[in-house]
C-alpha cells in the first residue's frame, strides 16, 4: 500500500477541501454532492484517505479499499471481477472510485443512495465485520486522535464510513484533453477522436445513455439498462423467480449484497434490488470519464478492449427477453469504430496521460489479434439478432478461447 500513498500523494495535490473542486458547480457541491451530517474537513478527509489504504478493515487483514481501487490502476483493479479476502473472486467487475461522488447511486445495481452507505457494504461482507474492524483500530493511538479531531468521537462504524466517502469526493478527476477541446481549444484532440465525438452524439447513439456535457461531466443518465451482455445463457426469468424467494426469506440489503456478489443471481443486475420485472439483467450506466484507464470493461468484466465494447454495441447486444430497446445494431464501418475509441481516450485526466497512452497501444495491439465480439453480419443488418440462434449457427461471443 506503501506504493499506492506514494502515487496518491502526487496525484491528488493539496488543496482547500472545504471549497467547491474547480470543476463542479458550487451549488450542486453545497446541496447535493456533501451532506449536510458529514461536511468536508480536512481532519475528514485525512482519516478517510488513511482508512481507504486499511487492510484491518477486513475480516483477515488482507484487503482495503485500495485492494480493489488501486490508486495505480485508475482506481481499479483491472481484473475481470473483483478478488476478496482469501483470494474469493466475486461475480462483478469494480468501478473505479474516481468521480463516484456525482453518482446518484452507488454500486453496479445502485443498491445504495450515498458514498457513506457504500462504504459500509464491504465491511460487513461476506459476514458482519463492522465490530471487529472498529476492534482492529481503536487500539491505534493514530486513529483514536483522528477520529476525535474529525468527528468528536471514539472509532466507530458510522463514522469510520463518513470519513472514507469525505476521502472519496477528493478524488475529482475531470480535467481531460475532452475538456480543453470543449472549452475551444480545437487541437486539444485529434482529427480521428473529432470525427469519433460526431460519431458518439450521432450514428454510434452512445449520447442515448452517455451524453456528456459540463452539467453532465460523466456521461450517465443515472438510469439502468439491460444491454444484452452474457445474456444468451442466462434464464433470467428461473433466476429472478428463485432470487426473489431467497430475499423474502430477509436479510435486507446485505442479502442484496451477497447474492450480487457472490452468486450467479448475480447477473440479474438492478431487479435484486428493485424487484421490478423491468429491471432484470439491467445495471447501472457507468460513467465514461477515464474509460481508458478501466478494462476490462461491463459489469462482468467480460470485454478487455473498447474495441470489444463497440463490436458489442455495433453487433445489438446479445438478444434476450429483457434487452433494451435502444440496442440495436449500428452499421458502424472499422474507420468508424477506431474514431469512436480514440474519442473515448480523449476523456482520460491529464494526471494519467503517459498510463493513458501505454494502455490505447495495448488495447489497439490486441484488438488487431483478436476480436471476439465482432459480427459485422450483425453490424450490417445482414441478418436480423435472432437468425443466429434460428439457423443454429449462434457463437458464444463472450468467451474467449484463450482464456
Known amino acids: 500500500m506503501e506504493a499506492q500513498k506514494a502515487i496518491a500523494a502526487k496525484l491528488l495535490p493539496g488543496r482547500d477541501v472545504t471549497q467547491p473542486p474547480a470543476p463542479v458547480d458550487a451549488e ?36 482495503a479499499c485500495a485492494t480493489c481501487h488501486d ?23 469494480s468501478p473505479t472510485s474516481m468521480n463516484a461522488f456525482l453518482m446518484e447511486t452507488q454500486f453496479l445495481d445502485g443498491r445504495v443512495p450515498s458514498l457513506e452507505e457504500q462504504a ?27 477520529f476525535e479531531a474529525a468527528y468528536g468521537s471514539k472509532p466507530n462504524y458510522e463514522d469510520l464510513a463518513r470519513a472514507i466517502a469525505a476521502f472519496e469526493r477528493t ?17 486539444a484532440i485529434s482529427a480521428e477522436a ?44 428461473n433466476l429472478a423467480g428463485r432470487a426473489l424467494d431467497m430475499l423474502s426469506e430477509g436479510g435486507g440489503m446485505q442479502t442484496i449484497d451477497r447474492l450480487a456478489l457472490e452468486t450467479k443471481f448475480s447477473e440479474l443486475g438492478r431487479f435484486l434490488v428493485s424487484g421490478d420485472h423491468s429491471d432484470i439483467g439491467a445495471f447501472k450506466t457507468s460513467q465514461i ?9 461491463m459489469h462482468d468484466g467480460s470485454m478487455k478492449t473498447l474495441w470489444d465494447v463497440m463490436d458489442h454495441y455495433n453487433g445489438g447486444g446479445e438478444t434476450n ?43 489497439k495491439q490486441l484488438a488487431a489479434r483478436k476480436r471476439p465480439f465482432r459480427n459485422t453480419a450483425m453490424a450490417e443488418g445482414k441478418i436480423l439478432p435472432f437468425e443466429p440462434e434460428v ?3 449462434a457463437q458464444n461471443l463472450g468467451q474467449n478461447p484463450e482464456e
Open 391 to 393: 439457423m443454429g449457427t
Open 120 to 146: 459500509k457494504l464491504p465491511i460487513v461482507n461476506p459476514m458482519p465485520n463492522e465490530q471487529a474492524a472498529i476492534t482492529a483500530i481503536k487500539r491505534d493511538a493514530d486513529y483514536k486522535d483522528m
Open 289 to 297: 470519464r477515464n474509460i481508458g484507464l478501466t478494462a476490462p470493461y
Open 71 to 93: 490508486v495505480s490502476r485508475g482506481f481499479t483493479d483491472q481484473r475481470k471481477t473483483s478478488e476478496g479476502i482469501g483470494g474469493a473472486l466475486g461475480q462483478r467487475n
Open 194 to 237: 473529432k470525427q469519433g465525438w460526431e460519431l458518439f452524439n450521432g450514428k454510434a447513439r452512445c449520447m442515448s445513455c452517455h451524453e456528456i456535457n459540463p452539467s453532465n461531466p460523466l456521461g450517465i443518465d443515472n438510469h439502468f439498462h439491460n444491454i444484452g451482455v452474457s445474456a444468451r445463457t442466462q434464464n433470467f426469468e
Open 28 to 63: 450542486l457541491w453545497e446541496t447535493v454532492v456533501v451532506p449536510a451530517d458529514n461536511r468536508m474537513t480536512r481532519e475528514r478527509v485525512a482519516l478517510g484517505k488513511k482508512l481507504y489504504f486499511e487492510k484491518r478493515l477486513s475480516k483477515d487483514g488482507t484487503v
Open 171 to 187: 478524488l475529482v478527476f475531470l480535467d481531460a484533453p475532452f475538456d480543453r477541446f470543449l472549452a475551444g481549444h480545437e487541437n
Open 321 to 363: 427477453p429483457f434487452l433494451d430497446g435502444g440496442i440495436v445494431p449500428l452499421e458502424l464501418s472499422e474507420s468508424e469504430i477506431d474514431a469512436v475509441v480514440a474519442f473515448m481516450f480523449t476523456l482520460t485526466d491529464r494526471r494519467f496521460a503517459d498510463q493513458n497512452q501505454t494502455i490505447m497501444r495495448e488495447q
